[in-house]
Each structure stands twice: as C-alpha cells, then as structure tokens.
C-alpha cells in the first residue's frame, strides 16, 4: 500500500458485506448474550401470541424486551446457574475433557510429529494416515465409537472378553462413559497437531540437529533441549488453541449418545458439558434464555482466564 | 572427564546398535498409533458390510463372512414389520441420504461463495488499504474467535425468529436462507486469506500503481490470481465444515420435515436409539453403513484435494 | 586397535590451552556423488587426494559448486562418501560417525542455539560428555576468553553481531578439544571491515591453540592472507596445493592462475613456432620452449606489465583508472580484441589515447586444451 494514502472510504467499501454480517451474527450476540446473563428470569417466546398467552395472569411484573421478558436485573441467573446439579456436573465433565485429554493428546501428537520427522520410509503415507480424521464428521464418527463401545457388539467388548460390560449404554458408570469419550477426544484431535507439529519441525533448521550430532548429543538431550524449545511457540498455539476448543466440547457427546443426551439410556445427563447444558434451555418450559447466556458468559470468563494464564506462562517457557 | 572419542570397534558397535534400537522404537510407535487411528475406519467399512448375524454374534470378525451389500439398500428403504394390529409400519425409517446430501451440497455452495466474496474483500481491506483503526478493529474481530458458539446460536436464533420466519420454517427455501445467513463471512478465513496477502510483495502493487492501476483491478488481476491456493483452501475448508455443521443445523431445521434435513441431522434423526436394538433387531451395521455413506464423499474430497487441506492447515499453524 | 588410541589420544592437562591434540588429515581417493530424483549422477568430490600436515591453518579455495563444502562435510563425516578412505593421523575414521571422531564444526550461519545464552551454547558439548559442572564452567570460561567474548556469556545470540555469534561458534567447536577443526566459510556472512579483522582473529586462534585447521572459502584472497597452505579445487578435483605465494606465481594451470589475483589476470591466444612465443601481430616475446608447435594461451599479471621504451607490446591506453595506491591503464595490444589490464606507479600521468610500449617480468604459457601450464 502507498503510505501516505487515505483509503478510508474505500476500506469501508470492502468491509462493509463483513462488518455488517458481523454486526447482526456476532457483535449483537456477543452484546446480548452479555445483557441476558443479567436479566433475571428471561424468557424467550417465539411470537407476540404466545408470551401474551403463556405468561397472562402471573403476579410479577415483567418487563419486554427483544421477544422475551424478564423480572429485574440482577445475578439471579448466575445463582440459579450454580445451584443446577446438572450445571456443576457439566463444569466437572468439563473440566475433566480439558485439563486431562488436551494435555494427553498434544504429548502424543508431538511424539508422533517428532517420530514422522525422523524416519524417511513411508513418512508420506503415514501423514496421510494421521491427518483422516480431521476429515470426518462429527457425527458420523460418534456412532463409529458407539458401536465400537457397544455393550454387546463392540468391538473392544468382544476383543478383551467384557461383553456385558456397558460403556455407552444404560448401566455405563461415569468412569467408563468418559474413558470413550477421552479416546474419541484424542483420536479426534490427533490430526490437527500433528500436522502443525510437523510443519513446524520442519522450519527448524537442519544445521541445529547437525551441530548437536557432531557434539555426540543423546537422541533425549536433543529433543529436550533443542527440538521442544525450538517448536514452543507451535507448541504454546496449539496448547492455547486446544484448549480454547476443548472447553466447547458438545458434539462430541451428542454423537455418541444420540440428540439431546449425553449419557446413556436411562443416566441422560450423565456426561453433560457445559455447552450442553446452555443448549438444554432450548428445550426447557419458556426457553429460559436467561440462564443459558449466564453459563455461556461463565464459559468465556474461564476461557479468558486459562488463557491469559496461558499466555503468562508462556513468557518464561517460549522462545522466539 | 571422561572421552569416548577414538575408539575401538567394539565401543563403534554398540554404538550403532544403540542407534538401530532407538529406530526400531520410533518405527513401532507410530506404526501402533497409524493402527490407532485405522482401526475405527477399518471396523466401521467392514462391519457395515456384516449382516445382522454376524454383528450380534460372539465372535469377532474382521471381515465379513457374508458381505451384506443389502445392509446399504435398508438404508434407503428402511425396515418394515408388522404391528401386533396387522399394520406394517417402519421399524427403521428410511434416511433420505439424496436429500441430505442434496441440501447440504446448495447450503454448502451459497455459504462458501459468500463466504469467499465477503472474505475477499475484507482480506484486502486489512492488508492493502490504509484507514484509521485497522488494526485495533482486526484485533477485535481477532478476539471473536475466543467466544464459544453457544453465545452465536442464542442470539441469532432469536434474531431470526423475531424478524424471519425462517427458523423451523416449513419453506425449503426459508429453512436454506436460515442456514446460509449466519456463515457468510469468517473471521478465521478472513485472518487466513489476510496473511497470504501479506506475503505478495508491496513492490507489486507499487508497479501497478505506477502504471495507473486501480485498487479494484489490482484485487482482481493480481492479488486473487497470486492467492488462489489459499482461496481454493478456504473452499474445501469451507464445504467440508457445511458438511459436518450439526448445531446450528439442528436448531434451525424441524426434523419433521425430513426433506430439508442436512447430512448430520439426518444421521442423528434416523438414528435415534439404533445402539438400543438387541438381537435380531440389531441395526449396529445399519449405523455403521450410514456413517459411511457420510464419510465416503468426505474421503474423496480428502484424497483429492489433500495437498490444499494439509498446506491451509500447516500455514494457519505457523503465525499462531 | 587399542594401541593406537593411546598413541594418539593424550588427556589434556588441566586449564592448558595449548596441548589440543592435533593431527594430520589425509584424504585417500575420495570420491563422493550426489544422485537426484531424476537418476542423473553429480560427481561432487573426484578421487580427491590430499595429506593435511598437523597443527596447520589450510584453506579449502574454489568457485561455488566446486566440492570444497562437500569435502569438508565429507572430514567432519556428515556426509558418508562413496569411495575412498579418510584418515585422521593413523586412525581411519571413514566408517566413524562425526561425534566420535574428534572434530569441531563451525557452520556458515554458526547454528547457535537461539534460546540459550552464549555460556550455554559453549557448555552444551561439555554436558553430553558427563564433565563436573565446575570443571565444564572454568573451560567454557577460558574459550570464551581466546576468542575475546568472555564478557558476553549472559546474552543470547540475537543480542551479538555477526562477528561475536561467530566466535561463539568457534569457542563451542573448540571447547571439547578437537583434534581437527573445521570452518565452512567462516567470513562470507561478514561486511567487508569485520572480514579483515575476523581472519586475523581466526590465524590468532589457530596459532595459540595449534590444532589443525580447515576453512572452506571461495575468496582467494581470505586463502591468501591467512592460511599456511592452500588447496584449490574445481569440479571436485583438486588443483593444486602449496603455499599462497608459491600457488599465486607459480600456478600450476590456467585454471589456478586465473582464480588467483586481483585484478584479474590476463589471459590471451599466441602461439608456439619453432621453441619461440609468437603475439598475433607477428613480434617475439620470449623463446626457448621445448613443446611443439601449437596454439597456446598465456598469462600476463596485471603486476608484471612495466611501461618501457624497449617493451615488446605494443598498446593503445583505452581507460585510465585511478585505484588509490596505484594506477591501472585498459590498453589495447595490436591483433587483439580484448582488453589488457596493467598495474603501473602513480608517477607519470596516462592519456586516453597514448601508445605505450609495455614490458613484462613474468609470464605463463598454457597447453590450449589441458590449461597446464609450461615452463
């Protein structure tokens, strides 16, 4: 670009198809789901009819605004959101997807990256390998894994002699229903670091490797001290990434365990995550809009903070 | 201190098996984790293809003994039973693969050529144009991405009720205009197609000026030609995440209408508590064979446009 | 076998700088060739013979793509060769992976290690080999010290300009006591003023510490200033090696004289009648060869040329150029189309124009097809 140029109506032109999609689909609900979160007992209805008919002839005052109406501002939502069991068990679920199988699942990335790197036959093939699943449907692959957990018919019931053991059918314990989907999670996001491993790997330049060969460096030494500070900063996005993505986790276990359960026959809620559990006021009496956008605004903030703490981390650890 | 420099074959041998065992473990390593992630492929080709004796059956077999292509046919024709009543009704209701593919192929082409021009435009603006506030709005825009979907899907569901009558509309037209609106622009292809503008050298853009080239010509004859490996990326990024999209989908769409379904929700409502069907009933090959019916084109798009989809990947790794 | 180690392989006292144990480098028909994906074969390195004496500072000289970086990747046993053995003093180290050969290496770009200090980077071949962190520490330190950075040992490498990063490479190679040390153009990532004051440094290195050294470069003069001996190769064959002086005036081939000297020799066509050297335009410039009649090409130094009364060239001045310390005339000698260039005293004043006669001190006369030099 020139300088000293002034493009000022021009760069409006050429955003304005974004910005003004961008103003309807995302500032406004990022603006909104914000003011929900305060609003005590929002509900939402679909017409003008139905919270006329639904809400007619209650004591309470109610206030309308943007198709739905609501009691006073306030935390009302955040304490109701907290006092939900199914809200805890969701943060808990949570939780355990993020803080255990992100971790697991960058190491084993990264060894796989390191060890693609280092041999030379079939390294083609086996990249090809590890990069299908990012090609696969979310859904299609939840009912891969359900059948492969099948109580009676899976595979892995009937390869390790433990027909009748239920992981995703009724009966599945908590401890078993989280072990399929950590090895979903993992073989799911496999693909997606590797390949950025990879390609980091190879921007490392080979001359460091050679200098550390000829000073008779042990193959450990040289991926401690060489390879994983070299590859910090793909390390530090895709841990940051990871992270950010884990926290959404909810397709996932609709895929498994069908629409609107997250758990098996008879325990529904049992693996509810958090996004899960903003998606069920869908369902719930008036669409108590309220409560949901309090728990995605929970969601940000923790999201916000593993981040930044993340990002302080990174400070000490990261080299450019 | 201690040297072993200089020394006598033996000390060589060992070390070389020493190297040739650190080989041997790295090949194993990855070749259990190819394993790992073929296994689930490998089980749900084949035991779609097993007829219903052999799924529920004690055994294991890889291969099917029979191969049931007729499993692919009940997919489209469903399974009839009679009732206690004498009236035959649908034990497995048909799922309309023509239509979910058929869908989602039009929704996936508008979203994807709204997609393209709005990102277009925007890219350039960021990376070519001069105007006050560039880069704090890039940063914001930046900052969306860290907010989960569930914020999106609320507000934009509630928008779309009150002012369209789009959502869970009856109109097939209606229920696409709901599935396209919300994507037509993205902050992540936007940041993606940005830095590959970067790249194209300023000394260009500086000739064509010189040469009396307008901004828009420049975009069209220069920058988009220079960058169509990112733009074809973005394409195939782009449908594929049509292909697998499910939340919003399911959302939007009244599943009763079967005919307007996309191709994860028709997965999810056809297969509504497939994995509870025991013993004869037992529709685990049904599941599986639907899976993949979905992957397969997924698959193809894979193969054949690998190279764009591991480079788009790769690339949006490096600047993390 | 185990006789051998103990002959060449000595512990070094402690904090001594001059007992590195150096040896001779001798490269037995080396050969070594590059086949790519196509199947066509590149003959980098060809039957390449050379005894590299102890304790001595060589230059590896020849133009780009010539295999002076492949033999010395060859030395350092990066690279495997594909025939030929090479030996370090008695030791034949061909089938000897480089960590265990007792090498240090210096890359062009240096390859420090961009996260760690310069301390670090000098301590990080110290760790592989088990040293007493103190006793790893007092060496690093005394390296740091012979190559003058002592005091930077708490920056990291993007903190230090190209001249210090590179003497950080070199306290690294040197830290473990090599046997032999290797420099793959050590000056070409260097502007023109560091160039100078960093080769100095390198002969200074090399003269406290004795070990033997080979640097690669493709700047005849760098060779020239700073090696005890020079090897010039071309296409993988070596030319000559010898002494700067003797290779610069008594050059075995064209090829040599050509590569060697600045400004450029001049080369031009003559021919051999009768043992006597014939210009184009019929004079005699010298006489009392033995070879046969032929064609020949013969090399003139810029130096060599004086203006003289008596001068057997005849030459029209067509370009005067003053280069500071002396003048360099452009003339044209009858029968010839190119230019020749000569090195005269700032004395007298030159004319665009002027006829000169020009005398010569020394010349070369090369067989036209071989370019091997006669007499």
New interface residues.
Partial sequence: MLEYKKDGWKAALCLAPSLLLMCVFTFWPIINSFIMSFLNNYHFALNREDVYNTFMGVEKSYTYIMGGRFTGIGIQNFITLFRDKDFLMALKNTAFIVFISVPATVIIALLIAVGLNSIKAFRGFFQTIFFLPYVTNTIALGLVFNSLFHVDYGLVNKLFNLVGTSWINSGATWGRAMFVLFIYSIWDGLAFKIIVFLSGLQNIDKQYYQAAQIDATPRWRVFTRITVPLLSPMILYITITSFMGAFKVYSSVIGIFGTGRYGPVGNEKLLITIVGYVYEQFGVQGMPFGVGSAGSTVLFLIILLITLVQMQVSKKWVHY | MERELYLNPKELKRYKIGTGIGRFFTYLYVIIMAVFIVVPFLWMIFSSLKPTEEIISREITFLPRTWAWSNYSKLFTGIQSIDPYGQPYYSFKPIPFHWMFFNTIVVGFFTTAGTVVTTILAAFAFSRLNFKGRETLFTILLATMMIPGEVFVITNYMTLSRYTGWIKSANHLENYAALIFPFITSVFYTFFLRQTFKQIPNELYLAAKVDGTSDFKYLMKVMIPLSQATITTIIILSMIGTWNAYIWPSFVTNSIYTEQLLVSNGLMAGLRGASETTGPNSVLNLQLAASTMVTVPLLIIFFSFKKYILRGVSRSGIKG | ??KE?EE??E?PSEGSKTEHQSVDVRLENLTKEFTDKTGKVTVAVNDFNVTIPAGKLIGLLGPSGCGKSTTLYLI?G?LKPTSGRIYFGD?DVT???????????V?Q?Y?L????TVKQNIL??L??????KD?ALALAQEMAELVHIGDLMERKPNQLSGGQQQRVAIA?ALV?KP?VLLLDEPLSNLDARLRLQTREEIRRIQRETGITTIFVTHDQEEAMSISDEIVVMNQGLKQQMDRPQAVYEEPVNMFVAKFLGNPPINIFEANLVKGRLVLKDGEVIADGFDQPDQEVFVGLRPEYLRVSRNGKFTATIDLVEHIGRDTMILCEIKGYDHLIRAIVPNDTEYEVGQTIKLDCSKLFVFNAETGERYK
Avoid at chain 3, 95 to 105: F, Q, S, V, Y
Avoid at chain 3, 113 to 116: A, F, I, K, L, S
Avoid at chain 3, 127 to 132: A, F, V
């Fill in positions: 076998m185990e180690k060449v392989f512990t350092a990066l030791e089938d000897i992976p480089p960590e265990k050969r007792g090498i240090g290496l890359f770009n390859a290690y961009p996260h760690m990080f071949p760790e592989n080999m088990k040293m007493p006793e690294r473990k046997r």
